[in-house]
């Protein structure tokens, strides 16, 4: 059981710069420790945010992270299994403005190294080769390892929209992280072709459906880095889940969160123009949970299918009346919300159905 102390839960209203302010001390300081790798995911994932956002941050709220930065060079040298986690910290804590350590600038040196000692080269992935790629173009260092037919496999896997139609989060994060990478996370048009806003699509359809609010403030990010406005119906779904997170103060963090949710949803937020409904953090140690209850309609709608195995049609004009009458009230309201959300159910039902 979690040990959550209530005599420290914030008001829902803070001001922006003061909670910024207050979840780099949080992660830096009071969750984990550095030599953890869940440390260094959930500062590399917060400062990436703050980053690519542009958000203004006073000089002593980057303090918590001085020691960390100092060591960086040593810790690489010695970790360099977790490079594109190391770089990406150090790259966004001088970007945020990160000075007076006495190594100010040492992040071009490094990504010299990285590239010298062929880091990137032990890469299985392509979206990995891509990050890579982008670290160290942050500081003008080429990546070798990224040929130059990495964007052709990367637009070739993300305009496949039947992969995005079938429940696969490893590739449905792919998607939004490939999109994050080739727009430079929003500071470039990615060109994205008319398969890949329809693999976005998709996956917003099948996040909705689940609400997988995570997935979805993803999507709707992606959407918004392509040029495209993201339905209004995933916007509000997003937007109403950042009034329902409760921060605490709470002892036994090590448990697993919803941290990520809460980031990406106020990520989203700022992206989107708004950010009024996120929940203040308070001081100390703290952890993030999503209280409302929100129902699924993916595996009602699922296993229907799947049970008509004999008269299973691609069509949903031809099996909406038999899926409904298998779902749950909740979920039946929620399936007619994410129809309504989009063009493109029928055309997405024609791969999901499997028929």
């Not at 008001?11 to 260094?40: K, M, N, S, Y």
């Not at 006495?102 to 490094?110: A, F, H, K």
């Not at 500071?187 to 072709?193: E, G």
């Not at 049609?313 to 009346?321: A, C, P, T, V």
Request: glycine share 6%; aromatic share 10%; charged share 25%.
């Amino acid at each position: 059981m979690s040990n959550i102390i209530a005599l420290n839960v914030p008001p829902r209203r803070q001001r922006l710069a003061e909670r910024t302010d207050r979840l780099i001390d949080l992660f830096a300081t009071q969750r984990r420790l550095p030599d953890d790798v869940h440390w260094l995911k959930e500062n590399a994932e917060l400062l990436s945010i703050l980053e690519c956002i542009g958000m203004p941050i006073t000089p002593a709220a980057l303090d918590p992270h001085v020691d960390f930065y100092v060591g960086l060079k040593e810790r690489l040298q010695f970790f360099p299994q977790y490079y594109r986690f190391l770089l990406s910290i150090g790259l966004d804590l001088e970007d945020l403005g990160l000075t007076g350590t006495g190594v100010d600038g040492q992040m071009e040196d490094l990504c010299h190294w990285v590239a010298g000692q062929g880091l990137p080269d032990a890469e299985l992935s392509d979206l990995q080769r891509a990050e890579a790629r982008r670290l160290l173009a942050r500081r003008g260092v080429i990546c070798t390892a990224a040929d130059r037919y990495l964007d052709e496999r990367l637009r070739a896997f993300i305009g496949r929209s039947q992969t995005f139609a079938l429940p696969n989060k490893k590739a449905a994060y792919e998607l939004t992280h490939i999109v994050f990478y080739l727009s430079e996370y929003g500071r470039r048009d990615p060109a994205l072709d008319a398969g890949a806003l329809r693999s976005l699509e998709y996956v917003g359809i099948l996040a909705h459906m689940d609400q997988n609010i995570d997935l979805l403030a993803e999507v709707c990010i992606a959407l918004n880095q392509a040029g495209q406005q993201p339905n209004a119906v995933w916007v509000d779904a997003v937007r109403t889940a950042m009034g329902t997170f409760v921060v605490t103060t709470d002892d036994t963090v090590a448990a697993a969160d919803d941290y990520h949710e809460y980031l990406v949803a106020n990520w989203a937020g700022q992206v989107l123009g708004y950010d009024d409904t996120s929940a203040a953090i308070p001081v100390g140690r703290a952890r993030f949970d999503q209280t409302e209850y929100r129902p699924s309609a993916l595996r009602g709608v699922s296993g229907a299918l799947f049970a008509a195995a004999q008269t299973r049609s691609n069509e949903w004009h031809h099996m909406s009346d038999y899926v409904f009458s298998l779902l749950e009230d909740d979920a039946a309201l929620l399936l007619e919300a994410t129809i309504a959300s989009t063009t493109e159910f029928d055309a997405f039902f024609d791969v999901f159905a499997r028929a």
